[in-house]
Protein backbone atom coordinates (compact mmCIF):
# COMPACT_ATOMS: atom_id res chain seq x y z
CA UNK A 1 0.00 0.00 0.00
CA UNK A 2 1.43 3.51 -0.90
CA UNK A 3 1.58 5.95 1.63
CA UNK A 4 2.08 9.50 1.02
CA UNK A 5 3.17 12.33 2.51
CA UNK A 6 2.39 16.63 1.42
CA UNK A 7 4.65 19.32 2.44
CA UNK A 8 4.96 22.81 1.41
CA UNK A 9 1.46 24.21 2.56
CA UNK A 10 1.79 27.69 4.03
CA UNK A 11 0.60 31.30 4.30
CA UNK A 12 1.12 33.66 1.45
CA UNK A 13 -0.37 36.29 -0.15
CA UNK A 14 -3.08 37.12 -2.74
CA UNK A 15 -1.00 36.92 -5.94
CA UNK A 16 2.17 34.86 -4.47
CA UNK A 17 3.29 31.40 -5.39
CA UNK A 18 3.83 28.23 -3.40
CA UNK A 19 4.74 24.52 -3.98
CA UNK A 20 3.46 21.61 -3.01
CA UNK A 21 5.30 18.41 -3.01
CA UNK A 22 3.65 14.83 -2.28
CA UNK A 23 6.47 11.90 -1.36
CA UNK A 24 5.22 8.80 -1.68
CA UNK A 25 6.79 5.44 -0.20
CA UNK A 26 6.17 1.64 -0.30
CA UNK A 27 4.94 1.06 -3.61
CA UNK A 28 5.94 1.36 -6.93
CA UNK A 29 5.17 5.08 -8.06
CA UNK A 30 5.05 4.59 -11.98
CA UNK A 31 1.73 2.46 -11.42
CA UNK A 32 0.11 5.48 -9.66
CA UNK A 33 -1.80 8.27 -11.36
CA UNK A 34 -1.36 10.87 -9.28
CA UNK A 35 -3.62 13.90 -7.73
CA UNK A 36 -4.16 17.12 -5.83
CA UNK A 37 -7.28 17.60 -4.48
CA UNK A 38 -8.30 20.44 -2.21
CA UNK A 39 -11.21 20.95 0.58
CA UNK A 40 -11.96 24.65 1.39
CA UNK A 41 -13.99 25.18 5.00
CA UNK A 42 -17.46 24.14 4.62
CA UNK A 43 -17.11 22.72 0.62
CA UNK A 44 -16.70 19.11 -0.63
CA UNK A 45 -13.08 18.03 -1.70
CA UNK A 46 -12.70 18.68 -5.15
CA UNK A 47 -10.28 17.61 -7.67
CA UNK A 48 -7.47 20.38 -8.66
CA UNK A 49 -5.17 18.52 -11.12
CA UNK A 50 -4.01 14.74 -12.02
CA UNK A 51 -1.27 13.41 -13.96
CA UNK A 52 -0.57 10.35 -15.50
CA UNK A 53 3.26 7.93 -15.00
CA UNK A 54 4.36 9.36 -18.26
CA UNK A 55 3.13 12.96 -17.19
CA UNK A 56 1.49 13.35 -20.46
CA UNK A 57 -1.81 15.45 -21.04
CA UNK A 58 -2.09 16.40 -17.11
CA UNK A 59 -5.82 17.62 -16.51
CA UNK A 60 -6.86 20.40 -14.30
CA UNK A 61 -10.03 21.91 -12.88
CA UNK A 62 -11.13 24.71 -14.63
CA UNK A 63 -10.87 27.36 -11.60
CA UNK A 64 -7.14 26.29 -11.88
CA UNK A 65 -6.16 26.62 -15.58
CA UNK A 66 -3.44 28.78 -16.21
CA UNK A 67 -2.40 28.98 -13.00
CA UNK A 68 -1.21 25.77 -11.51
CA UNK A 69 0.95 22.96 -12.69
CA UNK A 70 0.82 19.86 -11.81
CA UNK A 71 4.32 17.77 -12.32
CA UNK A 72 6.24 14.39 -11.18
CA UNK A 73 9.81 13.06 -11.31
CA UNK A 74 9.30 9.76 -10.86
CA UNK A 75 12.90 9.13 -9.87
CA UNK A 76 12.53 10.67 -6.65
CA UNK A 77 8.40 9.55 -6.36
CA UNK A 78 7.55 12.63 -6.01
CA UNK A 79 4.56 14.35 -7.39
CA UNK A 80 4.80 18.39 -7.56
CA UNK A 81 2.26 21.26 -7.11
CA UNK A 82 3.02 24.74 -8.34
CA UNK A 83 0.52 27.67 -7.87
CA UNK A 84 1.16 30.52 -8.83
CA UNK A 85 -1.13 34.08 -8.78
CA UNK A 86 -2.83 32.48 -5.78
CA UNK A 87 -6.26 33.47 -4.65
CA UNK A 88 -8.11 34.02 -1.87
CA UNK A 89 -10.55 31.05 -2.88
CA UNK A 90 -7.79 28.91 -3.42
CA UNK A 91 -7.86 28.48 0.85
CA UNK A 92 -7.63 24.97 1.39
CA UNK A 93 -6.40 22.09 2.83
CA UNK A 94 -4.98 20.19 -0.50
CA UNK A 95 -4.45 16.29 -0.38
CA UNK A 96 -2.57 14.13 -2.58
CA UNK A 97 -4.13 11.18 -4.00
CA UNK A 98 -2.64 8.26 -5.58
CA UNK A 99 -4.57 5.43 -8.02
CA UNK A 100 -3.56 2.85 -9.49
CA UNK A 101 -4.88 2.76 -13.44
CA UNK A 102 -8.10 1.54 -13.35
CA UNK A 103 -8.92 1.74 -10.01
CA UNK A 104 -11.79 4.12 -8.97
CA UNK A 105 -10.88 7.20 -7.25
CA UNK A 106 -12.44 6.41 -4.13
CA UNK A 107 -10.38 3.27 -4.07
CA UNK A 108 -7.32 5.15 -4.04
CA UNK A 109 -4.96 6.65 -1.01
CA UNK A 110 -4.89 9.80 0.29
CA UNK A 111 -2.24 11.88 2.13
CA UNK A 112 -3.04 13.77 5.53
CA UNK A 113 -3.07 17.07 3.70
CA UNK A 114 -1.44 20.24 3.88
CA UNK A 115 -2.98 23.67 4.54
CA UNK A 116 -2.85 26.67 2.58
CA UNK A 117 -3.93 29.93 3.30
CA UNK A 118 -4.10 32.68 1.09
CA UNK A 119 -4.69 36.17 2.96
CA UNK A 120 -3.35 39.57 3.34
Known amino acids: QVQLVESGGGLVQPGGSLRLSCAASRGTFIMYVMSWYRQAPGKERELVAT????????NYADSVKGRFTISRDNAKNTVYLQMNSLKPEDTAVYYC?????????????WGKGTLVTVSS
Open 51 to 58: ITSTSGSP
Open 97 to 109: HAREYGVPARLGT
